[in-house]
């Protein structure tokens, strides 16, 4: 069974518009293109963003949050970081009514379409990381038709998750524990996607194409991916570790909005540090700017920009104290030109002064580095054959969006580079 509604006038809609408009209980975008009309979900499949606030180029629809990309004709998902495609509904005119068909039990998502594993399928992809461009990569793998064994690495003892929904909902206690996970279990069970959770790998012999657990276990592979990714820099000052995730962040898109209306401090005065303040501002955060030196480490224009924005700024300042009892209340400040020392109420602590990359196993593999210390890569190929690299270890700490793209395209390099080639005869 099925409902459908008169949702407008074909004549109030032009091509290359878009209306949300409800059907039942679905919100539903319809969308104008060539004269015809299609009707997709109307909210992004990551964060829920709706999409009519978004831009719509050509037959693709981006999300004003994080940037996913859907087709508007079909619903499919065409960029991450969303993982899942829009329903699409059935959409018709008639005298001069457009009407929209949705069925009486219909899911907000569609899971994209994946090869399934196929034993005479002997080769195995690893991907040591399950961040957001190792998670990426495996699913894109199975989307493009891998039929091999694909194994995801990582030391944690958890399913891969979305680190932005662990700040953002589970740490503020808006969202539990099951809204963490990427994917259930059940779904890397059905799509043939192998986790191996807890098994940190101690060397890679790329010679042999074999890997060497902490425990002794062994795993060959026929491409491996690093996406081990970096760690952002520590102030290491008392209240930081604690008070993480409660008013101390290191990402501006991320948490900023929570802190709309209130008065942060951003610590830092280099390019990342300015660019989040100016979005801070933009999105109506009182912020404050702190930096140990007496002028910005940022780009020429991006200083002037900070400068113009009326943002205050404390220059030869350094935070010795975030305080706080269950979430930020305050910092203590020092400075080192003055030697004098005060306490700054404030609710939250931004710090970007820099990144760490996770680097260790790369280099015992002998993979080349940049001078900043990442990995070097050509297209996602690192110096060495048959090992790849994408995400937040390939250079600096990437946003979602960047980090799950970074993860997809390095699996079409490698499919194109080692699976397509090596594909197994059939008889």
């Known amino acids: 069974m099925s409902k459908e509604a008169i949702v407008f006038k074909a004549h109030e809609v032009q091509d ?11 919100k539903v975008l319809v969308v104008r293109l060539k004269g015809r009309f299609y009707a997709i979900g109307a909210e992004c499949t990551h964060y829920g963003g709706p999409l009519i606030d978004g831009a719509l180029s050509g037959r693709r629809v981006v999300c004003p949050w994080h940037q996913a990309v859907f087709d508007a004709m079909t619903g499919n998902l065409e960029e991450p970081p969303a993982l899942d495609a829009q329903p699409c509904y059935e959409v018709r005119v008639e005298d ?3 009407i929209v068909r949705v069925p009486d039990v219909s899911d907000n998502r569609r899971t994209p379409a994946m090869a399934r594993r196929d034993l005479a399928d002997g080769r195995t992809f690893v991907i040591l990381g399950a961040g957001a461009a190792g998670h990426a ?6 989307q493009d038709g891998f039929q091999g064994h694909i ?11 979305d680190r932005p929904n662990l700040s953002k909902g589970y740490m503020s206690g808006e969202a539990g524990p099951d809204t963490l996970p990427w994917r259930t279990a059940a779904f890397y069970r059905d799509h043939d996607i192998e986790v191996l959770l807890g098994r940190p790998v101690a060397r890679v012999e790329h010679p042999r194409k074999t890997l060497t657990f902490a425990d002794g276990g062994s795993l060959a592979y026929d491409a491996l991916l690093l996406a081990t990714g970096a760690v952002h820099r520590h102030l290491g000052v ?3 570790s604690r008070l993480s995730g409660r008013g101390v962040s290191y990402c501006s898109t991320c948490d900023g909005p929570i802190f709309s209306g209130k008065k942060v401090v951003m610590v830092g005065g280099g390019d990342s540090a300015v660019t989040e303040s ?3 501002k933009n999105i109506g955060v009182d912020v404050v700017v702190v930096h140990w030196l007496d002028k910005l480490d940022a780009q020429d224009f991006l200083a002037r920009q900070l400068i113009q924005s009326g943002i205050p700024i404390l220059y030869n300042t350094e935070v010795n104290e975030i305080l706080g009892k269950t979430s930020v209340e305050a910092v203590t400040l020092f400075n080192n030109k003055t030697k004098k020392t005060k306490k700054l109420k404030t609710a939250g602590v931004f710090i970007s002064i820099g990144y760490l990359p996770s680097t260790d196993l790369a280099e015992k593999i002998g993979v080349e580095l940049t001078p900043e210390g990442f990995i070097r890569t050509d297209q996602f190929r690192t110096s060495i054959p048959g090992i790849y690299a994408a995400g937040d270890v390939t250079g600096g700490y990437n946003q979602i969006v960047t980090a799950s793209g970074h993860g997809a395209e390095a699996a079409l390099t490698i499919f194109r580079d080692r699976i397509q080639k090596q594909k197994p005869e059939t008889a």
């Open 238 to 240: 008392p209240g930081e």
């Open 151 to 161: 194994v995801m690495i990582t030391g944690e003892q958890h399913l891969p998750y």
């Open 96 to 98: 001069g009514d457009v």
């Open 16 to 26: 290359g518009d878009m209306r949300e408009v409800m059907v039942k209980q679905a």
């Open 137 to 142: 990569a495996a699913e894109t793998l199975r």
């Open 278 to 280: 100016l979005h801070l």
